[in-house]
């Protein structure tokens, strides 16, 4: 018997592939693609990922900011698992993803935990090619227009969720955040004020995606 992967801790000894080698090699993984994995219930769902980046840290050019300041990493988290920072609306305005996010023609979930500070609205908004949503979130009241769902995860601290299913034209888009005056308006107003933390873009069809505790 040959086995092709060993982890013997105790000897420390490792194989991978039927080859020796150490233990970070060894359990170190990568992919081209999404993948699906089996949950702690027993069912499939795809394996945590994010089709965004810096989702915790919105000065990078990865977001630009339109009439909007960042302070990074200056208001309490909702999670020790991610760092947060505090968005300033000095005039009508937007923060989006710089680049466009790529998806696949399945269902895709977008979130982004929110603190209210200043200003009781706030708004995700999609531009895809023929695929166009912008859903408003009450920050007060904790509901949601259609569309959305709002979840309260403690510490003043929202988890603001927008679900769509992209079409063969429609694989390709941005991401826009707004903090505006009335429900789902997408006219910023000055002088607003909010924690943002855990940009996230996911696949949500099978049976969702599996339990990451950061996100």
Known sequence: ?????????????????????TLNPAVTHSRAGQATMTDSDGNIKWAPHNLLTYSEDFSDSSWLKSSMTVESRNITPPSVALSADTITVSSGGSIRTSAAVNVTAASHSVSFYVKKIIGRYFTIRAAFYTTNFTIGFDLEDVTAQSGGTITDVGNDWLKCVVSWEPTGADLSGFIYL?????????SASAGNEFGLTGAHVYRSDLGGMANNPAQ
């Not at 018997?1 to 020796?20: A, I």
């Not at 707004?178 to 997408?186: M, V």
């Open 1 to 21: 018997f040959d086995p092709s992967l060993v982890f013997d801790f105790e000897q420390n000894y490792y194989r991978t592939g039927g080859t020796e080698t």
């Open 178 to 186: 707004y903090s505006p005056s009335t429900l789902g308006s997408t």
